[in-house]
């Protein structure tokens, strides 16, 4: 596989900061960093600047920096290596000159901040990146592709396992042992697999001992990891045939999420997504049980910009990647989710989530 190639990512920043009169900033959060250079590693701080770029790290990646800075085309990024604070501080202070710094306040540590002020100004510059991050470039969208095909195929792998009887954990440890099998580096996150009238009704409940019994909505919240990329799906199954109640929100999930996709399109509102979505929610006097937003970026992170909520007035961007996943949860009925991973392009989207969503799939029991 190919790594993404980063090349121009750290002048488009430059250029971001040169529009709020900078031209430095140290990156502290670490999909930053890999972003802007293609270093994976845990520590370490990127210095961007008009007069050349360097990485601080400490001694434990020295050589994976180098190796994955050349691979990534970010080879005219020095690296430094630096054992302690001190050292650190002194090697940013001596890349910066004293000029003043961009620096993301929400990231860096407290003590890092005050230490480093004596040496240089810093400057706040969160979000730049995350703005910047947000237009994904082709062999990015083809890792998230990679990696939502791993878990569609690892959830086609089991959802014939999913009968009265089998523990939630189980179908986690079966969906992330299968899509590392897959090829992919390991979950995107921890696997949801909610199940029945209390565990279904969380919309981020942790898989537990509880095993699944004839008429239980399964709420499965799935993701790969590739190469750094994530995805992220969600499909709801019924064990067994479903009650009227259920089919009747299954059908009502299904037709917002469709509103929700029909809606995506560069230059949309990320609130026009949230509204479309939940309208179909209003009209049938459930709106109450939507409680969380409606989707988000996914990229680096699991959870990235943009965020579609109920506010703001974000535009999408070509080049996003982001989700559509509206839900109903009500203890007692349970809960669905549908959730869907889309590329944002000029005349709409691209859904890259293969696995099919046109049914509550009921899968049990499985008679051949
Ligand atoms: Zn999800
Ligand atoms: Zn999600």
């Given at each position: 596989m190919t790594p993404v190639q980063v090349s121009g990512r750290a002048e488009r920043l430059l250029a971001s900061l040169d529009e709020r009169g900078l031209d430095q900033m140290i990156v502290s959060d670490r999909s930053n960093i890999r972003w802007l250079t293609g270093f994976s590693g845990s520590a370490g701080v990127l210095i961007v600047s008009a007069r050349g770029h360097v990485l601080i790290s400490d001694g434990r990646y020295t050589d994976q920096a180098q190796d994955q800075l050349e691979m990534s085309g970010a080879a005219d990024v020095a690296v430094v290596t630096a054992r302690t604070a001190a050292e650190r501080n002194n090697a940013v202070s001596v890349s910066t000159s004293g000029r003043p710094l961009g620096a993301e306040a929400l990231v860096m540590p407290h003590s890092e901040w005050s230490s480093l002020s004596a040496h240089a100004e810093l400057v706040a510059t969160d979000g730049l990146l995350s703005q910047l991050r947000r237009r994904k470039d082709e062999s990015e969208i083809g890792l998230i592709t990679t990696a939502a095909d791993i878990a569609t195929a690892a959830m086609s792998e089991v959802?014939?396992?999913?009968?009265?009887?089998?523990?939630e954990r189980e179908i986690r440890d079966e969906l992330e042992y299968r899509m590392r099998r897959l090829g992919?580096?390991?979950?995107?996150?921890?696997t949801i697999v909610a199940s029945g009238p209390t565990n279904?009704?969380?919309?981020?409940a942790r898989p537990t001992s509880r095993q699944l019994v004839e008429g239980d909505t399964v709420v499965i919240d799935v993701g790969a990891l590739v190469a750094g990329y994530h995805s992220d799906m969600t499909r709801t199954f019924v064990v067994g045939e479903p009650s009227d109640e259920q089919q009747r929100w299954y059908d009502l999930v299904f037709a917002s999420q469709a509103e929700g996709l029909d809606a995506?399109?560069?230059?949309?509102?990320v609130s026009d997504i949230d509204r479309a979505c939940r309208a179909v929610f209003e009209d049938a006097g459930?709106?109450?049980?939507?409680?969380?937003?409606t989707g988000h970026g996914v990229g680096l992170?699991?959870?990235?910009?943009?965020f579609l909520g109920s506010s703001g007035d974000a535009e999408l961007v070509a080049g996003d990647v982001v989700t559509v996943e509206p839900g109903l949860y009500r203890v007692g009925t349970g809960g669905i989710r549908i959730e869907d991973l889309v590329v944002v392009t000029s005349d709409g989207h691209r859904n890259l989530t293969a696995y099919p969503k046109d049914n509550p799939c009921p899968p049990s029991p499985q008679m051949t």
């Open positions: 959802a014939p396992m999913l009968v009265a009887g089998v523990s992919a580096d390991g979950p995107s996150y921890e279904a009704a969380l919309p981020h995506v399109i560069e230059g949309a509102r459930l709106a109450d049980l939507f409680v969380h937003g992170d699991i959870h990235e910009e943009p």
